[in-house]
């Protein structure tokens, strides 16, 4: 398999309940990104990771905690949300965390908050 | 707090025309710019990435950039209507790697 792959690709959780995102990418990249895309708003950045350390994090809630275990893997773990979450969770990488390097999305996971 | 301005659209052009999508941004040391292409329900796709003046061509896609005025912009010849899509410009500030986005232009395409 190549590229940026995510799942699930739709999620549907209650308030209360605890899920992970999982993302994982098979290009050899370095960094790796978390994205919230809700209607109407620009692309989020939420979190971002360097050779599993994390370099960003964007004033995020912290019902929302990241985890890189190495450079292939990132999950985004999920706890106590809230409806205003709902949105289409989108993870990306790129070769290193620079200015120059081009970002690739995943498909990205469809989060709905019940 | 660093911006990057598009018009929301909708474009509307007929088929075999050129889509022109502009897009400002607010941080005069950017260093990096890129179009991504956002079809409905689905994620971004990157088609095309430039970082110096001037324009830069890849098949029907022309990509401009005008550092001076702060201006990047994407052509499109001979539009599609495979090519009606959600249009996201990036820009890479002067400080760090993050990219930041401008919330797209929807081009539709009527055949």
């Known amino acids: 398999e190549t590229g940026v792959t995510q799942t699930p690709r739709h999620l549907v959780m209650g308030m209360t309940n605890k899920k992970s995102l999982k993302c994982e990418q098979h290009l050899g990249h370095n960094a790796m990104y978390w994205y919230k895309q809700s209607a109407k708003k620009p692309l989020e950045l939420m979190f971002v990771y360097s050779l599993e350390e994390r370099v960003e994090n964007n004033s995020v809630p912290s019902r929302f905690s990241p985890e890189c275990p190495n450079s292939s893997h990132l999950f985004l773990h999920l706890h106590t949300l809230q409806p205003e979450d709902s949105a289409l969770y989108l993870c990306?990488?790129?070769?290193?965390?620079?200015?120059?390097?081009?970002?690739?999305f995943g498909p990205g996971t469809r989060l709905t908050v019940t | 707090q660093k911006e990057v301005e598009q018009n929301s659209g909708p474009l509307s052009v007929p088929e075999g025309a050129i889509a022109s999508l502009n897009c400002t941004y607010s941080?005069?040391?950017?260093?990096?710019f890129f179009w991504y292409r956002q079809y409905s329900g689905k994620s971004p796709e990157l088609i095309m990435s430039i970082y110096s003046n001037g324009d830069k061509e890849d098949g029907r896609f022309t990509a401009q950039l005008n550092k001076a005025s702060q201006y990047v912009s994407l052509l499109i010849r001979d539009s599609q209507p495979s090519d009606s899509a959600t249009y996201l410009c990036a820009v890479i500030g002067g400080s760090q790697g993050n990219l930041i986005f401008g919330k797209g232009t929807k081009l539709s395409v009527k055949p």
């Open positions: 990306a990488s790129s070769q290193d965390w620079d200015r120059s390097y081009e970002q690739y």
């Open positions: 941080d005069r040391g950017s260093q990096s």
